[in-house]
C-alpha cells in the first residue's frame, strides 16, 4: 500500500475513479504535483462566441500608442479585466468571400461560423442554399489533437440554446469540427454536460437521486482522505480545495433539486431551452467549463451563445425583439442600433463572467486565466449586410506570458483570420505554418504576442 505521506494527485484521482467518479476531479495542488509557477501549470484554450455582428461604432474602444484609454459602450462590462485584455480589429474571415466558397448563394452565417475557426469554406451539400459542413477541422480541434490524451476529456463544447431543426443538425449551429464534414455540436442540457464533465449520465429523478447519493459518499470518502494529507498541503492548497469542493457542491446542488421532469437544474430553471432563462442557464455552464478545466479534465473548450443567424429574443435585456431581425435593420434605425448595442453589451457582460470566473481559480503565482487564451469570436463584421470584414474579437489571458495583455488594441487593417489560426496552434506548441486554406495564410501575427 503507498505510504498516504507519499500520495500525489494522480494518484489520489485514480483511487476516486475506482469508486465509480473519475470526473470528481480536485483541482491542481502544488504541494501534491509539484507546480509552483504559473508556467508549471498547463495551458488552456477557451473560444466564446456569439453571432450577427457587431455595431462597429459602439463596440470600438478608445486607444492611444496601442493602449485602450476608454472602454466602448457595447466593452464596458470588460473594464474590470481591461488588464487581461487584447482587442483585436482588421481581421477578416476571408474564407467566407464568395470567390472561396465552391457555389454562390451560401447564407453568409453559416459561411462566417464554418471558417471562423477552421478557415476553410463549405462543402457543398444538402443544407439550404445546397450548402454543407466546413472542408477541415477547426483550430480548437486540432490544438486538443495535439494535447490527446493528457486529460480525460479531449475537447469540450458547450452551447445555449444551440437548438437542433426539424430536419437535423445544421452547418449554422456549429463552428467545431473534428474534421472535414464531422461537425461537433454544443451540448445545451447542463444536466448532461455536468454528467460529461464529472460523471456518469442519468435521465430520470430516481437515476438523480441514485447519482446524488453514490457522488455524496464519494465527496464525504475524499474529505476524509484528504484529512491524512492534510500536512502536506500548504495553506493555499487547502483554501484552494475549499474553494473548489464548494464550487463542485454547488453545481452538484443545483442538479439535485432538478424537477421529476429533469429539465432544469434547480435554482429557478425550468427549461434549458427557455430564452427566458438564458442568464441563469449561461451562468451555470460557464461555471461547469471553469470547473473541467480547473480540475484538468480538459484544455480546451467552445461556448457558443446561441448559433450562427442565432435567432434568440432579447428578453433578458427587457426586449422581444429578435435578435437576428434586429441585426438585418438599416444603420439609419436608431432603435434597433440602440437595441443590437444592449444586446451586444449584455453578451460582453456574460464573456466578463467567464473572465471572473477564470481569475477566481488560483495557480501558482496567477490564475487559471493567467494560464490560457480566451477568444471571443463573431461570424460576421457587420449583420445587415452580411459582411465578414473587421470580424470582432477580443482576446483574454496571456496563457503564460505569450499574449500581449494589459488593455492592448492592435489594429491590423486586412488580415485573413487564417493566421489567428496559426498563431493559436503555433501558441500550443504545435509546428504548423499555415492553418485552414493555404493560400490564405501568411504566418503568426506577431503584433499579438510578446
Not at 225 to 242: M, N, T
Request: charged residues 20%; negative net charge; glycine residues 12%.
Amino acid at each position: 500500500m503507498k505510504d498516504w505521506r507519499h500520495i500525489d494527485r494522480r494518484d489520489f484521482l485514480r483511487g476516486a475513479g475506482a469508486l465509480g467518479l473519475a470526473g470528481l476531479a480536485l483541482p491542481i495542488l502544488p504541494s501534491l504535483s509539484g507546480a509552483q509557477a504559473t508556467s508549471d501549470f498547463p495551458k488552456r484554450l477557451v473560444i466564446f462566441h456569439s453571432g450577427n455582428g457587431t455595431i462597429a461604432s459602439n463596440w470600438s474602444p478608445q486607444s492611444s500608442n496601442g493602449l485602450i484609454t476608454q472602454m466602448s459602450t457595447i466593452l464596458d462590462p470588460l473594464t474590470p479585466h481591461l488588464d487581461d485584455l487584447l482587442v483585436l480589429e482588421g481581421l477578416d474571415i476571408t474564407v467566407a468571400k464568395g470567390a472561396y466558397q465552391p457555389r454562390s448563394g451560401f447564407h453568409a452565417h453559416e459561411r462566417g461560423l464554418g471558417g471562423i475557426l477552421t478557415g476553410q469554406p463549405l462543402n457543398e451539400g444538402t443544407m439550404e442554399a445546397f450548402s454543407g459542413y466546413a472542408n477541415g477541422i477547426s483550430v480548437d480541434q486540432a490544438i486538443a489533437n495535439s494535447l490527446m490524451g493528457q486529460t480525460g476529456l479531449n475537447s469540450l463544447q458547450v452551447g445555449l440554446i444551440t437548438r437542433r431543426h426539424g430536419s437535423g443538425w445544421y452547418n449554422r449551429d456549429t463552428m467545431t469540427y473534428a474534421a472535414a464534414d464531422q461537425p461537433l455540436f454544443a451540448e445545451s442540457d447542463g444536466s448532461k454536460l455536468f454528467d460529461r464533465i464529472f460523471g456518469e449520465g442519468a435521465t430520470t429523478a430516481g437515476a438523480y437521486e441514485r447519482i446524488r447519493t453514490r457522488r455524496q459518499s464519494v465527496l464525504d470518502f475524499v474529505k476524509e482522505d484528504l484529512s491524512r494529507v492534510e500536512r502536506k498541503l500548504s495553506s493555499e492548497d487547502r483554501q484552494r480545495l475549499a474553494q473548489h469542493h464548494t464550487a463542485f457542491r454547488e453545481l452538484e446542488t443545483q442538479l439535485s433539486e432538478a424537477p421529476p421532469s429533469c429539465d432544469g437544474p434547480g435554482g429557478g430553471v425550468g427549461n434549458w431551452l427557455s430564452e427566458d432563462d438564458m442568464t441563469a442557464i449561461s451562468d451555470f455552464q460557464i461555471q461547469q467549463t471553469v470547473r473541467g478545466l480547473a480540475c484538468d479534465r480538459t484544455r480546451v473548450a467552445t461556448i457558443q451563445y446561441g448559433k450562427g443567424l442565432g435567432a434568440l429574443s432579447l428578453r433578458p435585456i427587457g426586449l422581444t425583439d429578435s435578435w437576428h431581425a434586429l441585426s438585418h435593420e438599416g444603420d439609419g434605425n436608431a432603435d434597433a442600433q440602440s437595441k443590437l448595442t444592449q444586446l451586444n453589451t449584455y453578451i460582453a457582460a456574460r464573456f466578463a463572467k467567464l473572465l471572473a470566473e477564470m481569475k477566481a481559480v488560483p495557480e501558482g503565482d496567477g490564475t487559471l486565466l493567467d494560464n490560457s487564451i480566451v477568444l471571443w469570436v463573431n461570424e460576421l463584421g457587420k449583420g445587415n449586410n452580411h459582411d465578414h470584414d473587421d470580424v470582432p474579437i477580443i482576446m483574454a489571458g496571456s496563457l503564460q506570458g505569450t499574449f500581449l495583455t494589459g488593455g492592448r488594441h492592435v489594429q491590423l487593417g486586412e488580415r485573413a483570420n487564417n493566421d489567428l489560426l496559426i498563431t493559436l496552434c503555433q501558441a500550443f506548441g504545435m509546428n504548423v505554418n499555415t492553418f485552414g486554406l493555404p493560400e490564405l495564410c501568411t504566418g503568426p501575427i506577431s503584433q499579438i504576442l510578446v
